[in-house]
């Protein structure tokens, strides 16, 4: 089985044989411009040194600054920054925001720090990293485990580390060089719910496309920023989302009523865990709760019109892509199917609405969010989600385009986009 990263490249030149491109392009787009890697000395809570590994890939820049969140989980290796740092060119061009790709992470589970040090590793990343990124340079943005929080520490101690050597910058562009922050420190309205909010958008003109009538169940796996606010916004919108997990297991309605997300998320602040909270609203015994729990894998498989991995990469693959029941799988999570599971679902018609996509509704709110600090702007949250749902529309019509001029998958109709666009930006800067 191939890596996501290498798998990710053999997709990229099957969708380059659509097109005119140069080998050298291709070679160049098969290998991150640069890489970082970093080892950060925290001090912990009981005064012990531990040492941390930290990386940014800074995948390619022809489009603009490196843009791409930062992670920190405890699975954080290269090669998954690889990945994610090359989906983020390629959905920085899907979604067509003036950016590269790239991505950082750190390999420690947060939960285990305190907020003190989770506070001081952050600032020990940005210390590490403020050479080497900046608002037309390197943009950070969030990602799994990381939040507005971590991201207002980060951009608060680049902003110290860059005043201390040069005393002429602009105080609000400087707030440019990571989104996903605080309103109060120059973040975006709607940045927050951008990724599921897109999602939505993507996932209403799709079912149209398809001629799909609600109401349609759903299955979301992962309930972090990005499934619990798509989650809540289907359920809003006429969908029955009858199926939800976090990291520890999930929850399944078989009666196809759906839950009430806002009643989960409420448990799932009490209580910590989805799988305690099959029987909120009503009263159940514990037989019947014990029906309602169900595992991860399980979720994958259950028969649901539309299956939302948003959790991590690597959960559909061809271990279970036969037994996957769904009708449409939507990629909320970056990289969930494998190639191996990619080509199972294609091959039994299940269309699959790729992660560069399906989930870009995040960094396009970042590059809004981006623009106004650039010019010192704040835009209302109608204004950011009208916006969102122009760039997200369009986005999908032109991969819908792809699809059915070509005759190929939505993943590769979204590759043939990002690529044509790369190539343009290449042959522009080296005319
Ligand atoms: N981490 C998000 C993603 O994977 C957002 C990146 C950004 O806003 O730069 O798309």
């Not at 900046?134 to 991201?151: E, M, S, W, Y």
């Not at 991860?296 to 991995?309: F, G, H, Q, W, Y």
């Amino acid at each position: 089985m191939k890596n996501p990263f290498e798998s990710t490249i053999l997709q990229l030149e099957e969708a380059s044989k659509y097109l005119d491109i140069p080998n050298l392009v291709m070679s160049l787009l098969s290998k991150p411009e640069r890489i970082i890697e970093v080892f950060l000395p925290l001090r912990l809570d009981n005064k012990e040194l531990k040492i941390v590994k930290g990386y940014r890939v800074q995948y390619n820049s022809w489009r603009g600054p490196y843009k791409g969140g930062l992670r920190y989980h405890q699975k954080v290796d290269l090669n998954e920054v690889k990945a994610l740092s090359l989906w983020m060119m390629i959905k920085n061009a899907v979604c067509d925001v003036p950016f590269g790709g790239g991505k950082g992470g750190i390999e420690i589970d947060p939960k285990t720090l305190s907020k003190t040090e989770l506070k001081e590793l952050t600032r020990l990343f940005a210390k590490m990293l403020t050479p080497n990124i900046g608002p037309t340079v390197d943009v950070p943005a969030p990602d799994v485990n990381t939040n507005a929080k971590i991201l207002d520490w980060f951009v608060d101690q680049y902003e110290q580390n860059v005043k201390t050597q040069n005393s002429n910058v602009k105080f609000t562009e400087l707030k440019a060089v990571a989104t996903g922050k605080s309103i109060e420190n120059g973040g975006s309205e709607g940045r927050e719910e951008a990724t599921g909010l897109g999602g939505y958008y993507v996932l209403e003109e799709l079912i149209k496309k398809m001629g799909l009538k609600k109401p349609l169940t759903v299955a979301v796996q992962g309930f972090g920023n990005v499934g619990s606010h798509l989650a809540a916004l289907l359920c809003q919108n006429g969908y029955k989302v009858v199926a939800l997990s976090d990291s520890k297991g999930g929850i399944y309605d078989q009666s196809g009523d759906g839950f009430n997300i806002d009643l989960v998320k409420t448990c799932k602040l009490e209580r910590g865990l989805i799988a305690d909270c099959y029987c909120i609203g009503t009263v159940c015994d514990l037989a019947e709760k014990k029906k309602g729990e169900i595992t991860n894998e399980d979720l994958l498989e259950l028969p649901v019109d539309i299956l939302v991995p948003a959790a991590l990469e690597n959960v559909i693959t061809e271990k279970n892509a036969d037994k996957i029941k769904a009708k449409i799988v939507f990629e909320m999570a970056n990289g969930p199917t494998s190639l191996e599971g990619d080509k199972i679902l294609h091959g039994r018609g299940i269309p699959v609405v790729p992660d560069v996509l399906a989930n870009s509704g995040g960094v396009t709110v970042s590059y809004f969010e981006w623009y106004q600090n650039m010019h010192g702007e704040h835009w209302k949250l109608e204004e950011v989600k009208d916006k969102l749902k122009e760039k997200m529309t369009d986005a999908f019509k032109n991969v819908w385009n792809i699809h059915e001029e070509k005759k190929v998958d939505l993943r590769t109709g979204a590759y043939i986009l990002a690529l044509r666009r790369l190539h343009e930006s290449y042959k522009k800067l080296n005319k």
